[in-house]
């Protein structure tokens, strides 16, 4: 069985999926600026916020020094940190869900 990982990004409200990102690269950029691979529009965010690292099997996030910083689980990411099936991402005013099934 194939595993993949997406990002799920909510609505403002939290109560639904807005739109989903597979991440298919072996690194993938968030950010405000457009060309990221999941852009997000909104001045909370810096223009390269974050990354997610696949490695094998594994995904890894990282805050890029951005001006708001990065939440992984409500906590700030501090150098590089393991993800989990249904984290919750914090970047700006979003939140995001990483699914790995």
Known sequence: MVRRASIWL??????????????????TFIGRDPDAAISLPSSTVS??????R????????????STNGTLL???PVIGEELLHDRD??????YRLIFRYC
């Open 88 to 93: 919750e991402i914090g970047v700006g005013i």
């Open 10 to 27: 909510l609505d403002p409200s939290g109560d639904h999926v807005a739109r989903s990102c597979e991440l298919t690269e072996d690194i």
């Open 73 to 75: 689980n409500r906590e």
């Open 54 to 65: 696949r490695e094998g099997a594994q995904y890894f996030l990282r805050d890029l020094n």
């Open 47 to 52: 223009r390269r916020h974050a990354q997610i």
